[in-house]
Nanobody, 119 residues
Framework: QVQLVESGGGLVQAGGSLRLSCAAS????????MGWHRQAPGKQRELVAI???????NYADSVSGRFTISRDNAKNTVDLQMNSLKPEDSCVYYC?????????????WGQGTQVTVSS
């Protein structure tokens, strides 16, 4: 089983920045894709950004150019640098990992961290 622990959420004014971090532990094996998703109350969870083991990235249109995802394969961590934050970025942000351990694929999620952007 893989555990993901997020940190770095909080309250920030519009235009400000936050950095989210996520660390994986447990029966990790090889993590192919790590990412961040977010969910606002009453809405479906949506992809924010993902990064492959080789460093390829993909971003939601709503955050492209403002957010940057990065990972450290040796430490099994993934970060999300969020700049020029907007009130509509206020959500619970979830870390996600897709990998394989002992020939079994897995998808793991963190517990989430709240980001609140005030106008």
């Amino acid at each position: 089983q893989v555990q993901l622990v997020e940190s770095g959420g909080g309250l920030v004014q519009a235009g400000g920045s936050l950095r989210l971090s996520c660390a994986a532990s447990g029966s990790i094996g090889s993590i192919n894709v790590m990412g961040w998703h977010r969910q606002a109350p009453g809405k479906q969870r949506e992809l924010v950004a993902i990064i492959t083991k080789g460093g390829r990235t993909n971003y939601a249109d709503s955050v492209s150019g403002r957010f940057t995802i990065s990972r450290d394969n040796a430490k099994n961590t993934v970060d999300l640098q969020m700049n020029s934050l907007k009130p509509e970025d206020s959500c619970v942000y979830y870390c996600n990992a897709v990998g394989r351990f002992l020939y079994r694929d897995y998808v793991s999620w963190g517990q989430g961290t709240q980001v609140t952007v005030s106008s």
